[in-house]
């Protein structure tokens, strides 16, 4: 697995993205969440994938529209989120994946990249699930 994108198989990471927005558009700015606490226990969706974290510090990462499905552990330090130990639809993905947990608004994140491992979560934007 190693030198394989970190990411490549992660269910949902393939397909359009939302783009940045333009230059000179209104944006939040991006800042690092000092804990995980309000965004634990709820589910997140980004385009075709969606994300769990919950309070024991699991995780569960689904393909929305499909039937992929990883399980593991997570650990959050100094603005960066470790996904490890998965289970699951894996492929060719390499754990653990280290990304860079970055706020945008109240209840939104992104997942930034962090040493090449994140790159397929690049322009999208983490929001509540509807139900």
Known sequence: MAGTNAADDVPGTTGTATATPP??????????ATNLDTFQGRTYSAGPVSLQLNPDNTFVMN?????????????????????????????QATFPMRCRFETSGASDFRLADNEGACTRFRDLTFKPAAG
């Not at 230059?23 to 690092?32: D, I």
């Not at 990883?70 to 490890?84: D, F, K, M």
């Open 23 to 32: 230059a000179g558009s209104t944006q939040t700015a991006a800042t690092s």
């Open 63 to 91: 393909e929305v529209d499909g039937n992929k499905k990883v399980e593991g552990r997570y650990a959050y330090e100094n603005g960066v989120l470790t996904l490890s130990d998965p289970k699951g639809d894996v492929g």
